[in-house]
């Protein structure tokens, strides 16, 4: 299933819904059907991605490399475009938002 952001300031971003919910369940938002983050969310919400980032959550250890050698991406590289999502919202005017949609809770 497929999940869509669309902010007010910098346009649309579409994530699988696993990848969705893990960055989502990162920042402590429920992974509803629809969901919303607030100009005042934005920044604390890209600073903790940007933190999980930092802890490594999400990667997988080198062994783990999948058949035929090739290593799946690793969370922290499908965050950084939410990050930039929630942090070019973040400095728009005071209406600035970021809503996501997604066909059923996931």
């Known amino acids: 299933m497929l999940v869509k952001f669309v902010s007010s300031e910098s346009g649309e971003l579409l994530m699988f819904s696993e990848v969705a919910g893990s960055l989502l369940r990162a920042i402590g938002k429920e992974c509803t059907a629809r969901g919303t983050f607030t100009r005042e969310q934005m920044m604390p919400a890209a ?18 490399v999948e058949t035929g050698g090739e290593k799946p991406v690793a969370l922290r590289s499908r965050a950084w475009p939410l990050i930039d999502m929630l942090e070019r919202s973040s400095r728009g005017d005071a209406q600035a938002n970021i809503i996501w949609e997604a066909s059923a809770a996931f």
């Open 47 to 64: 600073q903790t991605l940007r933190e999980a980032v930092a802890r490594g959550e999400g990667d997988l250890p080198d062994e783990a």
